[in-house]
């Protein structure tokens, strides 16, 4: 088989060898977590409970209607305590349910439904019922990648997992101990999109699970038409663009999305979410992470109730070096944020939590563009990353536009390559927000 991937991209040291071949331990014995209302790309849901209700394991706590929302379920029995705004991982406060734990082992599960069997609009209703959104990261409602405009016809259905983020093993830990859940996950959007063709894509340092995920297709009925196609380990194959460029050879246009060239993508840990709320009627309620960095003393794959305080966490189940801790990132980190402590909630989106000491988290002083064109060369959007960043410093945010600041995907690529420490995406980030702003302002005027 050969292997693919994608022009530009970096390989930044894997780092992975600390937890790669740890199993997933399973905690449930937290006493409180703090479930974030709002854990989706979308509009905002509002809370269903009130302070002092008892509330099941699985029982949903937040909702609201509109196609962009996805609700939220309690992850544990217990009493709602609070319902007030607490640090999220995006640096913001934001309202959170906090719910106390009673010990009691009673869930809220919906039904179990063949996915295999019932009808696109009910798997679909199973799926936004469940609360399920992206596991890699952005957190885009499950449900609306899935019901794509009638003239956007979908061929594809690929899932990612490549885990190119250092440090990070919990997709592989996933489909090393459950690669049925994987096959069975992706045969029900399949079936729901009317597709016969499905990819997983591996990056080949994981390419000792390809025997094993072709066994599971096999074995199972519902396996045929999904391959898995090995991917070349380079950051970032994971990129939902990149993926798909690497895969079929399309390139999703310029602010264009997956489904304007017949594709859909999502996470492994998606797949295995979708499953499990068929299989179990269990909604989105826990979340697989990564617990690394040079400062953690016990690196672990877990397995937690969403709104679990990593801190909580601290020091039965992981132990770290406090002294050491100079940053502390939720997710990986290449596109992951840096968070002031470790008092923060897991979220359905959380895919890892590093504690990094000195020699990681080392922040070089910032010095001036050499011209080398090492960023340009690296882009994997094909982007002048260079010149994104004149504009920028120019404050012309029209040319930055013109150059495509908002096709820029954040993954940092351009920023670890720089030979000078540029915080180009940092400046990217800003730019977006600053373009979008404008945007909105002059539609403002227009519509005076």
């Known amino acids: 088989m050969s292997i693919k991937t994608f022009k530009g991209g970096a390989h930044p040291p894997e780092r992975k060898h600390r937890t790669e ?19 989706h790309f979308g509009a905002p849901i509002q809370p269903l409970v009130k302070v002092g209700d008892v509330v099941k394991r699985g029982q949903k706590i937040a909702d609201a209607d509109g196609r962009m929302t996805v609700p939220v379920h309690a992850s544990i029995s217990g009493t709602v305590k609070k319902i007030e705004p607490r640090l999220q991982p995006n640096n913001l406060d934001g309202m959170a349910i906090i719910i106390e734990s009673d010990g009691s082992s009673e869930t809220a ?38 019901a794509p405009p009638p003239n956007k016809p979908i061929d594809l259905v690929i899932a990612n997992a490549a885990e190119c983020e250092p440090y990070l093993t919990i997709d592989e830990r996933m489909m090393e101990e459950a690669p049925g859940d994987l096959v069975l996950g992706m045969a029900i959007v399949m079936r729901a999109l009317g597709v016969s063709k499905g990819v997983i894509g591996l990056e080949d340092n994981k390419s000792h699970l390809q025997g094993q995920l072709e066994s599971a297709i096999a074995s199972r009925h519902y396996g ?57 009627g269990k909604p989105l309620i826990d ?43 939720f997710g990986g980190p290449m596109m992951g944020p840096s968070l002031p402590n470790w008092t923060v909630p897991v979220q359905k989106n959380t895919s890892g939590v590093l504690f990094m000491d000195e020699r ?38 029209d040319l930055a536009e013109q150059i495509g600041v ?42 005076k």
């Open 21 to 39: 071949g740890l199993p997933i331990e399973n905690v449930r014995t937290v006493k409180q977590v703090v479930i974030p209302v709002n854990q």
């Open 109 to 146: 599960f919906l039904p179990p439904l063949d996915g295999l069997s019932c009808t696109k609009d009910e798997a679909l209703a199973r799926i936004r019922e469940a609360g399920i959104v992206g596991m890699g990261g952005a957190g885009f409602p499950a449900h609306v990648k899935l």
């Open 224 to 280: 045929n038409g999904i391959t898995v196609q090995l991917l070349k380990t380079k950051y970032p194959q994971g990129g939902e663009k990149m993926l798909i460029t690497a895969i079929t050879g399309r390139e999703v246009p310029s602010g264009g999305l997956p489904m304007d060239v017949g594709c859909v993508v999502h996470n492994v840990g998606t797949f295995k979410a979708i499953a499990d709320a068929f299989q179990e």
């Open 287 to 329: 979340r697989g992470l990564t617990v690394s960095g040079a400062a953690c003393k016990t690196p672990k794959n877990l397995m937690v109730p969403v709104g679990t305080l990593v801190s909580d966490l601290v020091p039965d189940v992981i132990q770290i070096d406090e002294e050491a801790v100079r940053r502390v990132i």
């Open 360 to 397: 990681e988290a080392k922040v070089y002083e910032e010095g001036p563009c050499i011209r080398c064109g090492r960023c340009m060369r690296a882009c994997s959007c094909r982007l002048s990353p260079a010149l994104l960043n004149n504009a920028l410093k120019a404050n012309d945010l």
């Open 406 to 447: 908002m096709d820029c995907i954040e993954c940092g690529t351009c920023s670890y390559v720089c030979p000078s420490h540029i915080q180009l995406v940092q400046r990217f980030r800003v730019g977006k927000q600053l373009v979008r702003a404008k945007k909105q302002k002059e539609a403002q005027r227009a519509g």
